[in-house]
T-cell receptor, first 113, second 115 residues
Framework: DQQVKQNSPSLSVQEGRISILNCDYTNSMFDYFLWYKKYPAEGPTFLISISSIKDKNEDGRFTVFLNKSAKHLSLHIVPSQPGDSAVYFCAARFFQGAQKLVFGQGTRLTINP | DSGVTQTPKHLITATGQRVTLRCSPR?????VYWYQQSLDQGLQFLIQ???????AKGNILERFSAQQFPDLHSELNLSSLELGDSALYFCASSASPDTPGYEQYFGPGTRLTVT
């Protein structure tokens, strides 16, 4: 049962345009959502997060939107830069004896010059 | 560099064998997490230790076990290996056991190939 889904395995965007990565979830008990970025041969790096009580969080070029009624979140990157090319993972947190993270499958973002 | 180190970087072994993956957390971090990433899959949480004690379990097989030592490094033991165990294994660390998630710092991973 995949509780967190990223339905697009890959996305290609032109440099300077907006990149939109999407994530859907099924568990209403998630209280925090996070995006991680991963370069080849490196571990995931935290990018941005949002609490379930908010609908938007912004950090520089990165904005995460949360639509609780649709159980959907998205990451917007604007303007996109070549260094943004990486795999992006969506993750959701819930409490079951301890805090746990559930990750999506990842979306490979390629920024074309 | 996250400060989390994992050894070895690559491991190739045969089915039925046993391997040990090692993780050293960031200096000062007491909590260690292990994740498995199979091909085209997201990271699957396996197990968490805090200050030497098991804190939480995820989808960890009975053939797998882990421990955290007094110096806080952790080892993940995988036994009776099967082809399906081929994956990237990540270790992460954090200062406290109940961080929101963004304070988990990931190592570069160990790529295990079972032939």
């Amino acid at each position: 049962d995949q509780q967190v889904k990223q339905n697009s395995p890959s996305l290609s965007v032109q440099e300077g345009r907006i990149s939109i990565l999407n994530c859907d979830y099924t568990n209403s008990m998630f209280d925090y959502f996070l995006w991680y970025k991963k370069y080849p041969a490196e571990g995931p790096t935290f990018l941005i997060s949002i609490s379930s009580i908010k609908d938007k969080n912004e950090d520089g070029r990165f904005t995460v939107f949360l639509n609780k009624s649709a159980k959907h979140l998205s990451l917007h990157i604007v303007p996109s830069q070549p260094g943004d090319s990486a795999v992006y993972f969506c993750a959701a947190r819930f409490f079951q004896g301890a805090q746990k993270l559930v990750f999506g499958q990842g979306t490979r973002l390629t920024i074309n010059p | 560099d996250s400060g989390v180190t994992q050894t070895p970087k690559h491991l190739i072994t045969a089915t039925g064998q046993r391997v040990t993956l090692r993780c050293s957390p960031r200096s000062g971090d007491l909590s260690v997490y292990w994740y498995q990433q199979s091909l085209d899959q997201g990271l699957q949480f396996l197990i968490q230790y805090y200050n030497g004690e098991e804190r939480a379990k995820g989808n960890i097989l009975e053939r797998f076990s882990a421990q955290q030592f007094p110096d806080l490094h952790s080892e993940l033991n995988l036994s009776s290996l099967e082809l399906g165990d081929s994956a990237l294994y990540f270790c992460a660390s954090s200062a406290s056991p109940d961080t929101p998630g963004y304070e988990q710092y990931f190592g570069p991973g160990t790529r295990l190939t079972v032939t």
